[in-house]
Every structure is written in structure tokens, then in C-alpha cells.
């Protein structure tokens, strides 16, 4: 496979080409210590798969534009919160022109935080079922739009009733938060990350 495109950021650093956008600074910042750095905490896994699902069809760096917005409207993805929502919550977010006004999309966040309940309750915790998803390291990054383990989580997914949790959009939720490093090996952030994969303890 031939190597993929960098861009040399301002501070003469070499990065993975998708975070260059000189016009919105957010991106290289979320590149650079966010994507790929290991997450244990429920709360900001059910935001990044929520999140992820949003994305589909749209690109990431539109999603994260608005990621204020989506805290905002989803009660800082409070799972407990969200699986209250009712019919008249759903009208409130398809009026909300912070966020993308997609009533399936919109619909499966409540449907999934229900789901994320009944998960948790069987499996201690959101992080711990995610995490025993983790594939075995790879020297280098797949740069692949989905993979065995992201296949294995969609379809776990999908029967326990969750909805937007396609293999494509698992593995770019599998990606970002760190069950694998697919920074590009020049990358100047794949170091680091992989220094917080090591000291990470899986839960």
C-alpha cells in the first residue's frame, strides 16, 4: 500500500492529511488529543457512537462544528436523561438548527441510550463492553473503512436494538477512541497516542 498524504501543521509537524483545515483550528486540536487516545468513560462513549451516527452521509469536521450545539441539546449525553425523551423532545431537536435535523438519527440517540440502560445493567458499564471489542495491535494503521472487529461490534449492536452502529461507523468510532491507533506512522501525534494506549487500563 503506498503511503498516504501528510501536511506539515504550523509547528513544522507532520500530520495525518484529514485534520488540515488552516480555517477551523478545532480540527487539528481534535486530531491531535483526542483522536485515537483511549476512552474509559461512559459518558463520552455513548457521545462519540451518538455522534458517529450523526456523521453518517456528512463529514466528521461538520459534526464537530457543532459539537456544543449536540451537548447542549442531548443534556451532555447523559444516558439516564436521554431515555426519558419523548415524542415532544423529538420535535424540540428537529426544530433545534444547532445540530442536524435528522429525525431517524435524532430518534435512535433515545432508542440507543434505552438500549445503553439494559447494557450496562448486564455488562457493568458501557466502557468495559466496548473495550472487549479490542482487536490485537497492529504495526501499522489499516487506513480501511471498516475491519473484523468493527464488523463483530455492529452486529452485537444491532441485535441487542441499537440503531446506527453500521461496521463503517464503528470503526470510525473504534478509530477515535483509541481501541486502535491508526494515526499514520509519520504522524507526530501516533507516538503519543501510543504512549497513552500503553499506560491505559482497559476496564
Same mark, same amino acid.
Given at each position: 500500500?503506498?503511503?498516504?498524504? &501528510? ?27 483526542? #483522536? ?8 463520552? &462513549? ?84 466496548? #473495550? ?29 436494538? #441499537? ?41
Amino acid at each position: 500500500m503506498s503511503a498516504l498524504p &501528510l501536511f506539515q501543521a504550523a509547528d513544522g509537524g507532520h500530520r495525518c492529511a484529514w485534520c488540515a483545515a488552516p480555517d477551523f483550528p478545532a480540527y487539528q486540536r481534535y486530531h491531535d488529543t483526542e #483522536w485515537g487516545f483511549p476512552v474509559a468513560e461512559d459518558r463520552r &462513549l455513548f457521545e462519540k457512537i451518538s455522534l458517529e451516527g450523526f456523521q453518517s452521509g456528512l463529514s466528521w469536521r461538520t459534526i464537530l462544528a457543532k459539537r456544543e450545539a449536540f451537548r447542549a441539546a442531548f443534556q451532555g449525553f447523559d444516558v439516564a436523561r436521554i431515555a426519558q425523551f419523548d415524542n415532544a423532545d423529538v420535535e424540540r431537536l428537529v426544530l433545534d438548527a444547532g445540530i442536524v435535523r435528522h429525525r431517524g438519527k435524532i430518534e435512535a440517540v433515545i432508542n440507543n441510550a434505552q438500549r445503553c440502560i439494559d447494557l450496562v445493567a448486564e455488562q457493568g458499564s458501557l466502557a468495559h463492553y466496548i #473495550w472487549s471489542f479490542e482487536p490485537a495491535a497492529l504495526a501499522t494503521p489499516q487506513h480501511a473503512t471498516e475491519s473484523e472487529a468493527s464488523r463483530a461490534l455492529s452486529k452485537d449492536l444491532k441485535k441487542r436494538g #441499537w440503531k446506527f452502529v453500521g461496521p463503517t461507523t464503528m470503526y470510525a468510532f473504534i478509530q477515535s477512541m483509541g481501541l486502535i491507533n491508526d494515526h499514520d506512522p509519520r504522524c507526530v501525534t501516533r507516538a503519543v497516542c501510543e504512549a497513552a494506549r500503553a499506560t491505559f487500563k482497559r476496564p
